[in-house]
């Protein structure tokens, strides 16, 4: 298919010497992905990433001599590489180290198979997540705050914050949530694309960074100021006419997933659209899109992250392509922005 020369080189930093072998097993059949080295530690990591400069790392993170997380820092201090994170999800200690690599600048995480089964889900996976990542900004996180730049934005009351992200989308949404003053102008509902089995490690991390009222969202639970609540794994969120949230696990994916954010903006757009803002963070693919542009029609605030500040920008540029006037911004001008809305907006 492609030359050797043109296949994405990987590292495979892992101190089982049992799980590398099964991950190069697994990128064999991949015409487009060659691994070109192993690492047993992170010492070994930081001195492969900068010997071979591959352009994606598979990362473990409970390692001998320099676990994943400080190698994560190091490599992304000396040489900005894509790192996809793997490990297991049954050990909270694993989950919290993992999310402590997004603190670093890693944009992507993948569990650890616990079955035979699982790792062939994973030969599926495993190749598309490096593919995406294979050409994402890689870059210490988080990036410094950039001031708001005025925006000629609609006037309303603020009742609801709907956010999206997918790769690259934990060191967003940290950006994006440490850059508001405190109180929060008004509750958060997050949609984040993530390996089942890490949305209350991700709540956990974001909890813990910025210090908010973070947790996953429960069915009926009521919109109340000040909080942050992520859409749990295989859920769709949507709010209702009450002010309630309500999660369905019934209906179909939506483009493929589950949470959807197509249809966490149309829920807003549907019931309150004059009071949300909607913003669409970093991420593969389309999701969405439609469901942005749908709550800015209805007459709600939709916003998107800026190309220049996104790891993948699939998902902005996907909403931009159905509406070229949504402003775009990094995540603490979106931030910034938002509250602007909030205090009646500028013009």
Not at 50 to 79: K, Q, S
Not at 310 to 339: K, S, T, Y
Request: aromatic residues 4%.
């Amino acid at each position: 298919m492609n030359p050797a020369s043109a296949a994405i080189p990987v590292l495979i930093v892992d101190d089982s010497a049992t799980v590398r072998a099964v991950l190069r097993r697994l990128l064999a059949p991949c015409d487009d992905i060659v691994v070109i080295g192993e690492a047993c530690d992170g010492r070994e990591a930081v001195a492969a990433a900068a010997a071979l400069a591959p352009r994606v790392i598979l990362m473990d993170v409970e390692m001998p001599r320099m676990d994943g997380v400080e190698a994560t820092h190091a490599i992304m201090r000396a040489r900005p590489t894509p790192i996809l994170v793997i490990t297991s999800r049954s050990a909270r200690r694993e989950v919290r180290a993992a999310f402590q690599c997004f603190s670093g600048g890693a944009l992507e995480l993948l569990a650890k198979p616990e079955h035979p089964a699982a790792w062939e889900a994973m030969a599926q996976a495993l190749p598309e997540k490096i593919r995406a990542l294979a050409n994402a900004a890689a870059r210490p996180a988080p990036r410094a705050a950039a001031p708001a730049t005025p925006l000629p934005l609609p006037r309303g009351t603020l009742r609801c914050i709907a956010v999206a992200a997918s790769t690259g989308g934990p060191a967003a949404l940290h950006a994006f949530l440490a850059a508001f003053t405190r109180p929060l102008p008004a509750p958060v509902l997050i949609v984040q694309h993530i390996s089942p089995g890490f949305e209350a490690g991700l709540a956990e991390w974001l909890a813990t960074v910025t210090g908010l009222d973070l947790g996953l969202a429960s069915q009926g639970e009521l919109l109340a100021q000040g909080t942050v609540r992520i859409a749990p794994a295989d859920q769709h969120l949507r709010i209702t006419a009450t002010a309630t949230l309500a999660l369905d696990p019934r209906t179909p994916p939506v483009g493929g997933h589950r949470p959807s954010a197509d249809e966490l903006f149309a829920s807003c757009a549907a019931v309150m659209p004059a009071y949300t803002a909607g913003i669409l963070l970093t991420g593969m693919g389309r999701d969405g899109a439609e469901g942005l542009v749908r709550l800015r029609r209805a007459g709600g605030l939709a916003l998107v992250q800026d190309e220049a500040s996104c790891a993948v920008f699939g998902m902005p540029r996907a909403a931009l392509e159905l509406d070229g006037a949504l402003p775009a911004m990094p995540p603490a001008a979106l931030a910034a922005a938002v509250e602007d809305f909030a205090r009646g907006g500028r013009r």
